[in-house]
């Protein structure tokens, strides 16, 4: 079974940076939309950016400007670049993989962010 692999979360003072991963355990086909997510305690799993095959982005209102969402084709990797970052980023963040038509959907274990001084 196909697991998708993140890594890069990690204590961060606000302001600072970190750079996510993603990585599919073995190769899969059909990947049309990758996607990062986060959930904060006591919250509900809430969309942070998505990328599409053609290269196309969307960004939650809250990240927009500070996180850049790219990937490798090569590797079928996805990452997350966020700058700027601020208390209220803190939160477990699950990296998304759907297959055209959503035949297929994928979600990452997780990687805890934590913005604090």
């Known amino acids: 079974q196909v697991q998708l692999v993140e890594s890069g979360g990690g204590l961060v003072q606000p302001g600072g940076s970190l750079r996510l991963s993603c990585a599919p355990s073995r190769s899969i086909l059909g990947i049309y939309v990758r996607g990062w997510y986060r959930q904060a305690p006591g919250k509900q799993r809430d969309l942070v950016a998505t990328?599409?095959?053609?290269?196309?982005?969307t960004y939650a209102d809250s990240v927009k400007g500070r996180f850049t969402i790219s990937r490798d084709k090569t590797k079928n990797t996805v990452y997350l670049q966020m700058n700027s970052l601020k208390p209220e980023d803190t939160a477990v963040y699950y990296c998304?993989?759907?297959?055209?038509?959503?035949?297929?959907?994928?979600w990452g274990q997780g990687t805890q962010v934590t913005v604090s001084s």
């Open positions: 998304n993989y759907v297959g055209f038509g959503r035949r297929s959907e994928y």
């Open positions: 990328i599409t095959g053609d290269s196309s982005t």
